[in-house]
């Protein structure tokens, strides 16, 4: 009876894993979202030419230093935690019968049993895909991306016959990581909707209220024939997921007593089914809005449709939901459920975006004294710009700082454009150089570089709102929402507000949100969301008319950019030809 008493008594906290490409994180938060601790743990990665690649022993071993971490530092014991959620990159793995990694490396090391979400290396296998023209590319903006796991796929079969006939599992990885944790290799409807061609609708007769391990009836077999990848149709699927579960569905008994021992927490502790990081941010943020605006919304079903999740670090993902599935040419989705349990998602995304900042800055001549005089400060290199940036604006009397961009234009596809254009072609450019490489004209193209990552999101708003969507609001999480140019530039180009969490480490608390789902502690994901989300600081877009004037001629500058660099395009291939 006391232990009972006890356990009655005790708090509910809430841990949340989250794998990015650099690191693995953990944080423990309360019933209502608020962070009680977290720790990061760094992971290898292997990046040769177009090829990127990760270990999953590795980063095993990392989640378990981050999350022993993560408890000693908000003094939480195994016992406390009462639910688990795991988020990731949409990185492929592959391990043998035995769990065991198979190499996806030409090197033919075995650590390396991960491809990389960023990995171009199936470019071709892309291609050959998207030449199909089969009705599954309707839900990914009509064609995959080198990213999605089925080029990845082909391009392992095509390359490296002998670990294609080892793999007994493809997975996700973050559906890897709640199999290693649980034993259940049941994979989620985010995962396999949004980066392997599932077809989610096929359970729109299933709600997530009735959660359940689903018989996995969404594959499009005649596609996976089609394109060379038979072989994974055999023995229900096995290999890439004969069932499929909502997000934050309870996972096969919890915590096996091996995983448990690893992490450092109680056997049988529940485990909810996985999310994509950028999507764990969506639930991390997407009921994060002041409460003047939810009272007479409250049980508005369409008042979540309004907004648009910016889950931004080294790319960004902008994740909007709907009731009804809109096709959105060059966006990917409708995916149903992927995020949002019951919503269609339509993903936009840009592939480099926290990337391209650092790349702009550290490939300038000026970057070695920056970064000197920002250390020597205890400043980052973004805050010591901002500085400059102000300064600037009152040396020029600048009408406003938007302004001193005038002469410089970028177009930031320098890692392919993802959305609305498609084009994994589209290439950078940078227009209004000069001989000048001081430190002032670094913060100039600094300002130009955020300002053209901003122009970049306005188009995807634009596209998805004159395909059917109603956006209005932006809610920003990531590394580049700690910086107030890169927000208060967005708000101003694209005439939106910008809500930011009060927690700022989203992914976490979203993963922290699925171990809430799967305890059983709310009884929808939707609920926990608006019982563990919460609005921060509010930025406004500024009400000057000169400073929209501004932005409506430099963003049709950038709109004429890449419309340029196609003509460009094909003057050469006529050329070559």
Request: proline letters at 4%.
């Amino acid at each position: 009876m006391a232990t009972a008493a006890a356990a009655a008594t005790r708090r509910s906290v809430f841990l949340g894993v989250d794998v990015g490409t650099g690191s693995a994180r953990a944080g423990l938060f309360d019933e209502e979202g608020k962070l009680l601790g977290s720790a990061s743990s760094p992971i290898q990665i292997w990046k040769e030419g177009d090829c990127v690649e990760q270990s999953s022993t590795d980063i095993w071993h990392a989640i378990c230093a981050a999350v022993k971490a993560a408890c000693s530092l908000a003094n939480i014991t195994g016992e406390d935690v009462s639910g688990i959620g795991f988020a990731a990159t949409c990185s492929l793995v592959a391990v043998d019968a035995d769990g065991s990694p198979v190499t996806v490396s030409w090197s033919g090391d075995s650590r390396r049993n991960i491809i990389v979400w960023m990995d171009h290396r199936a470019i071709k296998q892309a291609k050959k895909i998207n030449s199909s023209n089969f009705p599954v590319l309707q839900y990914c903006g009509g064609a995959v991306s080198p990213e999605m796991q089925p080029p990845k796929l082909l391009w392992v079969k095509e390359n490296l016959r002998e670990s294609w006939s080892l793999v007994f599992r493809w997975m996700d990885l973050s559906d890897w990581l709640s199999y290693r944790a649980t034993g259940d290799d049941t994979r989620s409807l985010c995962t396999t909707v949004c980066k392997w061609t599932y077809l989610g609708h096929a359970h729109m007769q299933q709600c997530e209220k009735d959660s359940r391990d689903m018989e996995a009836c969404g594959w499009d077999d005649d596609f996976l024939e089609e394109i060379g990848l038979a072989d994974l149709v055999d023995g229900h699927h096995a290999k890439i997921g004969r069932s499929v579960a909502f997000p934050g569905h309870p996972l096969g008994t919890g915590l096996t007593p091996v995983a448990a021992k690893e992490l450092g927490l109680i056997a049988g502790t529940p485990v909810g089914t996985s999310l994509i990081d950028a999507h764990a941010g969506g639930v991390g943020v997407i009921e994060s809005v002041p409460d003047s605006e939810t009272e007479d919304k409250e049980n508005d079903k369409e008042a979540i449709c309004h907004r648009m999740v910016l889950v931004c670090g080294t790319s960004t993902c902008h994740m909007a939901v709907a009731q009804s599935k809109l096709f959105i040419p060059g966006v990917w989705g409708p995916f149903w459920s992927a995020m949002v349990p019951e919503y269609w998602l339509t993903e936009g995304g840009q592939s480099a975006t926290g990337a391209l900042l650092d790349h702009v800055i550290e490939n300038h001549v000026a970057s070695p004294l920056l970064a000197n005089r920002a250390a020597s400060q205890s400043v980052s290199v973004f805050e010591l710009l901002n500085k400059m940036l102000e300064s600037l604006k009152h040396d020029l009397n600048t009408p406003f700082l938007a302004a001193l961009t005038e002469s410089i234009h970028v177009l930031p596809d320098f890692h392919g454009n993802r959305s609305p254009l498609a084009d994994p072609q589209a290439k950078g450019v940078i227009c209004g150089l000069t001989l000048d490489s001081s430190e002032k004209r670094l913060a100039l193209l600094y300002l130009a570089t955020v300002q053209s990552l901003a122009y970049g999101t306005r188009h995807i708003v634009e596209h998805c709102n004159a395909h059917g969507h109603k956006i209005d609001t932006l809610l920003a999480c990531g590394g580049l929402a700690k910086n107030p140019l890169f927000l208060q530039e967005h708000a101003d180009i694209i005439g939106c507000p910008i809500i930011l969490p009060r927690e700022s480490e989203s992914v976490l608390l979203g993963a922290a949100i699925l171990g809430a789902v799967a305890a059983k502690k709310y009884s929808s994901l939707r609920e926990a969301m608006k019982a563990m989300n919460a609005a921060g600081l509010v930025i406004h877009p500024s009400n000057d008319p000169r400073i929209k004037k501004y932005h409506d001629a430099k963003y049709r500058i950038f709109r004429e950019l890449y419309e340029q660099q196609l003509a460009q395009r094909s003057i050469m291939a006529d050329a070559l030809a």
